[in-house]
C-alpha cells in the first residue's frame, strides 16, 4: 500500500504539459548534451511535453509521426494506430469484443492515412526525417491509454536500426510500463496509478495542442 505522501505524488495532476515536460526532463538529465541522442514526440499532445525535454537536455527533437485509429463509433477508444514506413498496429482484443468489421477497419486505416500524410507535408514539408541508425531515441508523449499508437510509434523507431529506445512520458499505468520493457530498452514514467481512466484526468489543463503550435515548437528546437 503507497504511504500517504507517495499516493498524493502520485495522483496529484499535472498543471500543463509543460510543467510534465520540465518534470520528465529531470528524470532524463544523464542524457543532456549527449551528440547521439534525438528525443522524438508524438504529435500532437506530446510535442509541448518533449520541447520541454529537449530545450532543458539540449539535444535536438523531432517527431514521430503517427495516428490512432479509433473505434467509429467511440473515436478515443484505439482500435489500432498506424505509424510512418506503413507500420500498422491493431488492437485485436478490441475489435473482437466490440465485432468492428474489415470494411469498417479498412475505412478508417485509409482516413488516418490521409490525416498522417497531411501532418508530414505539414510539420516536415521539405526537410528529411533525421537518421537514428546508432542513435539513443527518447520518444514522448503526453500519456499512454491504450498504448496502441506509442506500440506503432516504436515499431517505426526499432525499423531505423537505432542503438537503444527509451520511452519517457508524464502518465501511464504500471501494467502499460511493464508491458511496454518487451519491446524497448527502457520506460521512464513519473505517474503509475493502477488505471489510468483518461490522460486528461491527469492535466490541470489538457487543452487541445494546435498544429500551428507543433510548427512553432519544432522551430525552436531546430533554431537551438
Known amino acids: ?74 473515436k478515443e ?57 546508432d542513435r539513443t531515441v527518447i520518444l514522448i508523449d503526453d500519456g499512454i491509454a491504450t498504448g496502441a499508437t506509442i506500440r506503432a510509434a516504436i515499431s517505426a523507431i526499432r525499423q531505423c536500426k537505432s542503438a537503444e529506445v527509451i520511452v519517457a512520458v508524464p502518465v501511464a499505468t504500471e501494467s502499460t510500463c511493464i508491458e511496454l520493457l518487451s519491446l524497448v530498452d527502457k520506460v521512464i514514467c513519473l505517474k503509475k496509478p493502477e488505471s489510468l481512466h483518461s490522460i486528461s484526468h491527469w492535466y490541470e489543463d489538457f487543452s487541445q495542442t494546435t498544429d500551428a503550435e507543433v510548427n512553432e515548437l519544432l522551430a525552436k528546437s531546430l533554431a537551438q
Open 1 to 74: 500500500m503507497l504511504q500517504a505522501k507517495e499516493a498524493s505524488v502520485v495522483t496529484a495532476k499535472f498543471r500543463n504539459r509543460i510543467e510534465a515536460g520540465q518534470m520528465l526532463a529531470s528524470m532524463l538529465a544523464i542524457y543532456a548534451n549527449r551528440s547521439d541522442v534525438t528525443i522524438l514526440a508524438l504529435p500532437r499532445g506530446g510535442v509541448p511535453v518533449a520541447f520541454e525535454v529537449a530545450i532543458a537536455l539540449q539535444v535536438p527533437m523531432d517527431v514521430c509521426l503517427v495516428r490512432k485509429i479509433g473505434v467509429p463509433e467511440h
Open 77 to 133: 477508444l484505439a482500435m489500432g494506430a498506424i505509424a510512418m514506413h506503413d507500420v500498422l498496429v491493431i488492437n485485436h482484443s478490441i475489435v473482437e469484443k466490440l465485432n468492428i468489421s474489415r470494411d469498417k477497419i479498412d475505412r478508417a486505416i485509409a482516413t488516418e492515412k490521409q490525416e498522417l500524410a497531411r501532418r508530414d507535408r505539414l510539420y516536415r514539408g521539405e526537410r528529411p526525417f533525421p537518421s537514428l541508425c
